[in-house]
């Protein structure tokens, strides 16, 4: 298990730019496979994209390839979502999440156990 906090968000304007970060503690976070999600009021939680234990590989939802990019930093026990050209269907409480990386059920959102608390984004003129 991996206890993991999120920050970074915030108020931001449409076509604006915002970075969340993810700080988690523990052993394991190398070994994890990291991913965000995100919920918007009225509608259930939705998978935004995830990366593999090294940092080698991603995984998008459609509505924000291209937009959002994920990284991570093992060295720091890390977690980062890029996001650019925001939408205000963006507008989302998000959440950082990580799963045992066995096989590629990580790339698409499946059997993340360990969950942050959440970071509310907004995004409107």
């Known amino acids: 298990q991996v206890q993991l906090v999120e920050s970074g968000g915030g108020w931001v304007q449409p076509g604006g730019s915002l970075r969340l970060s993810c700080a988690a503690s523990g052993r394991t976070f190398s070994t994890y496979a990291m991913g965000w999600f995100r919920q918007a009021p009225g509608k259930e939680r939705e998978f935004v994209g995830s990366?593999?234990?090294?940092?080698?590989?991603?995984s998008y939802a459609d509505s924000v390839k291209g937009r959002f990019t994920i990284s991570r930093d093992n060295a720091k026990n890390t977690l980062s979502l890029q996001m650019s050209d925001l939408k205000p269907e963006d507008t989302a409480v998000y959440y950082c999440?990580?799963?045992?990386?066995?096989?590629?059920?990580?790339?698409?959102?499946?059997?993340?156990?360990?969950w942050g608390q959440g970071t509310q984004v907004t995004v409107s003129p």
């Open positions: 990366i593999n234990w090294d940092g080698s590989r991603t």
């Open positions: 999440a990580g799963r045992v990386q066995i096989g590629d059920a990580w790339k698409a959102g499946v059997g993340f156990r360990s």
